[in-house]
Nanobody, 126 residues
Framework: QVQLVQSGGGLVQAGGSLKLACAAS????????MGWFRQAPGKEREFVAA????????YYANAVKGRFTISRDNAKNTMYLQMNSLKPEDTAVYYC???????????????????WGQGTQVTVSS
């Protein structure tokens, strides 16, 4: 049974930082490209960041480039999203995802991925 269990998130003031984690089990973690998506109230889900199986290639949405950093530790079966200089418009539910059949670049326009985490709320106050 594949599980993506998210942790981190919460409430932070604008300009602050948060770090999300996504712990995977039930799969061969290093065989999966991983990504983060988010969905704000009343808005469509959007791509945030993605990372290749080895961790050597990353992609970011323009809205978060330079502020967010995606990383992974294949020895710990865990992916991270370090979020700095947070803005109120970053407020959303964040989801980690995993996909075995596609590269990390796929996540930028993905409509379907293999697995989703449970989601975690990030709220940035102004």
């Amino acid at each position: 049974q594949v599980q993506l269990v998210q942790s981190g998130g919460g409430l932070v003031q604008a300009g602050g930082s948060l770090k999300l984690a996504c712990a995977a089990s039930g799969l061969t973690f290093s065989s999966y490209a991983m990504g983060w998506f988010r969905q704000a109230p009343g808005k469509e889900r959007e791509f945030v960041a993605a990372i290749s199986r080895s961790g050597g290639i990353t992609y970011y949405a323009n809205a978060v480039k330079g502020r967010f950093t995606i990383s992974r530790d294949n020895a710990k079966n865990t992916m991270y999203l370090q979020m700095n200089s947070l803005k109120p418009e970053d407020t959303a539910v964040y989801y980690c995802t995993a996909d075995a059949g596609n590269s990390a670049s796929y996540f930028q326009a993905a409509s379907k991925v293999d697995y989703w985490g449970q989601g975690t709320q990030v709220t940035v106050s102004s």
